[in-house]
């Protein structure tokens, strides 16, 4: 699979596997093949030994974007859902919920 793109998640690998005992395998296997970015904007990637995404412009495609809500403004939204769009409420904030 490294041959095909030398930056892959884990979940992206597993999803080329077939069989659930294959994506064990993969525990054993990826260090063997890859090294595991920790931080910046390949963070959470394995990426194939050998190749060095920070010195290879093409390797910008594969960069990882981590955006995340602050407790805070979480629960501000899960409130908003549950009070607009599970209640069935037909109010103005209707092309806001699912479905």
């Known amino acids: 699979m490294f041959q095909q ?3 892959w998640s884990r979940i992206a690998l597993a999803a080329q596997l077939a069989s659930s005992r294959a994506v064990l395998a993969l525990k054993a296997v990826l260090p063997v093949v890859a090294y595991y970015f920790t ?6 990637m394995w990426v194939r030994l050998g190749y060095d995404p920070r010195t290879d412009p093409r390797a910008k495609v594969y960069q990882s974007l981590d ?3 602050p407790r ?3 629960s501000f939204l899960l409130m908003f859902y549950m009070s607009h769009c599970m209640n069935g409420n037909d109010s103005a904030f209707s092309n806001l919920c699912p479905g």
């Open 67 to 69: 955006a995340r809500v």
């Open 72 to 74: 805070e403004k979480y």
């Open 39 to 44: 931080s910046g904007p390949w963070r959470s």
């Open 5 to 7: 793109k030398p930056i």
